[in-house]
């Protein structure tokens, strides 16, 4: 499917999906040529400030990945996508309707992920209620994150659960890096829970996917 950045492996369905708001960079920015070629986590073809600021949080809650050009199973089971599927320097002009023309809920339908990261606490509350326009009901609500202090600003992470997957919000990794980063691994044990169906939370293994 369009707007992922990534290659497509046996384990991008039923794994993790990373969901930003939209593409950084000039609105006419070239592709690099890499987009759909290479795991999320190959060092040599997709080392924007992004994804390296995840995969070092990533890291800090017990998940180090794999940097190499030959991923394993955990490597694979990941797909880097958005909300939007354009590309600007800000987010501040995309429109209600960019947002709501979305292609989320399609690949959503389509990988069956089992767990979904958004990189920007702002599309929680959206996330929300459009799954409930596309009947995911929500189920009892896990345990809040304790909010990250940082110079008198309280940062938060947002968890959810439904029947088949389970999603948690962070704030932008690029953007909050350097305020956060230091103190990221406080949401260690909510953000380990959250992928527990997909990362064995004992072993840190990957859990094969069982089609439903």
Known sequence: MSNMRNKEYPESKGGIMICGINWGGKADGPDDGNSGKYAFSDKDHNSFRYSEALIDWLEAWGVPLGRSSNPGPLERCFIQTNWCDSQSRSAAKITEEEYRNTPL???IQHY???AIILTAVSLFQRFQRRATEEGLKEMEKPAPCKPIPVKGKNYRAHLAEYADMSVVAVPHPSRFRS?????IG???TPVRGALGRVIDPSTGAYIPFAAR
């Open 179 to 183: 305020i956060i980063g230091k103190s």
């Open 186 to 188: 406080e949401w260690k």
């Open 105 to 107: 809920f399609a690949m």
């Open 112 to 114: 069956k992920p089992r």
